[in-house]
Structures are given as C-alpha cells and as structure tokens.
C-alpha cells in the first residue's frame, strides 16, 4: 500500500484528492494526513467494499480506483482525465503493464456471450491510435477511471454481490445498458507485478462467475450464450488445480439453483434505491467539480508495508 501511495504523490494532478481506505490499524508513520484522507472500513473488508466505502466519500466529479500494489506513472491521470469531456464516456481503461518487463498485463477488460471475464493482454503496449481499435466493454476494478454522475445512475459504485473480482465487469455491463461507454487511454499507464486477484479458483469463483452468466445470458441471446457457456466452463476448469476445482463446480451448480437471484429488474431497482450514509442517494447525481478534478481511492485488503 505505501508503494501504491508514494506513486500516486509523486505523480498525481495538481487538483485531486487522495483517498486510501484501509481495513485495519495504520498509524501513518510518515504523517500524511495533511495530503491524504485515511478511512478505516471494517476489519476483512474486501476490496469491493473498501472501493465503495472510498467513492462514496468522494467529492469530485472523476473517480480513480487503484488497488495496493500498483504504481502510477508520470502523468497517468491527466490522459484519462480528458476523455471524460465525453458525457458518453463512463469509464477510461488505463494501461496495465508489468513492472519487470513493461508488457502489457491488461488493456481493458471485455465480456464473452459464454460467460468469461477477459482481460485484453496485447503482446506489447499499443499505441495511442492502435488503442482507439481495442474493444474494451470497462476497465480492470484494479486500476479504472469513472465519472461520478455515471456511477450514480447505476448504483454508486462496484456492485457487491458478485465478489471482488467480477465486480467490474458486472459494473461495465450496467454502465453499457445505461448507454455510456468506456474507452482505453494507452497513455495512462500504472505498474504491476501481478494482476490482483481476491476470490481465488475455487467455490467462490464458481458461484459468482456463474451467477454473472445468468445474470446477462437473455440480453446477449439465450441459445448462443447457452451454447457457448460449457465451453466457457470447461475452459475455466481446465485454469484450476483439481481441489479447487470441485469446489467451482459446487458454486456453479449453487448459482444455477438461485432463481430468485436473477430477477434482474428487481435486482436493479435495488442497487439504485440504496441509501447511503448522512442521508445521501446513490440514484442522484454527485455533484460535479471540475472536469481537472479526480479523486484517487486506493483500496486495499490489509495493508501491506
């Protein structure tokens, strides 16, 4: 966390916030409260929640989740910055590179009709006008930029009921029905070592991921997402050690069974008419600041120095 936190000081905007949330004790040994607002989310809270906890606290109009671990680059939010001049635009996918030899790790994230979280990993770093012809349905939750009067409209931020690893697309899906769009900004770009990843392979996996395909599988055409879903499936098994494995398999048949679970306008009014705290709506619009203004919310499950 205090890597991600001293890469994003060095090189952040002239006019932003900086948000980490963290979900247990930090006695801020380099005494940054003047430059950074510390909140603290419950302890073992996930990344999802200590994400939501960060935008919902936020006051600007541009929104930056950044998860511990990652490291920005010089002028990484100004680029993505720029795009959101766009009222269509509800997202810019930053570009996610490897910290030990600068290949990309992931430029954007898309959503097959099988039911598979794909992360766009390019052989090298494309160009500013090469990105423009990468179809990107939203960015990574790791590192993405978002408008805060979209996320408004859609529920106010990372839906919860999907995990932490597909929350993103889950959220890139809502924010395309409601007729905005993302883009990849290749000048934007943040270091990692890894992708982070938080459900791990197992039951958890199953559930949520199946739970995702039922969710979408009537809007992008019942007999080919069915037809496509086994070997989506099948593919996803094979990427597991055999104990986990079984465990995805037990998710999967749990969130085939939750009927109740799919009545997805249901399960939309309900993401848009949650409260939020001191008396604030997720289903009105923040108030927008300056399209110059972001807030960085780094997020992280235990923080780690």
Sequence with gaps: MERTLVSVLANRPADCEVVVVLNQAYDDPYDLSDEVRFLSARLQAGFVECANQGIRS????????LAAGLEVSEGWADAAIEHFADPQVAAVAPLILSAQNGR?????????????????????????????????LGPCAAAAFYSA??????????PNVLGNDLADVQLALELQAAGYRAVLEAGSQVMADRLPSWDGRGFQHGLYAERLFWLHA??????????LHPFAVVGDLLRTFSPAAAMQIAGRLLASCQFGFYRQPTHRKERKSAKLPDGLRVDAAHEMGSAGRAT??????????
């Excluded at 992360?119 to 090298?124: F, G, I, Q, S, T």
């Excluded at 009067?149 to 990372?158: D, I, P, R």
């Excluded at 009537?218 to 037809?227: F, V, W």
């Design 104 to 136: 990309p790790l992931a430029a954007g994230l898309r959503y097959g009709s099988g039911g598979k979280r794909i992360v766009n990993a390019p052989r090298k770093a494309p160009s500013a006008r090469a990105s423009e012809r990468i179809a990107v």
């Design 149 to 158: 009067e979209a996320l408004s409209v859609v529920g106010g931020g990372l």
């Design 58 to 65: 936020s006051r600007t109009g541009i929104v930056h989740i």
């Design 218 to 227: 009537s809007e992008r055409g019942t007999a080919l997402s069915m037809g």
């Design 296 to 305: 960085t919310v780094s997020s992280s499950e235990r923080a780690r120095s």
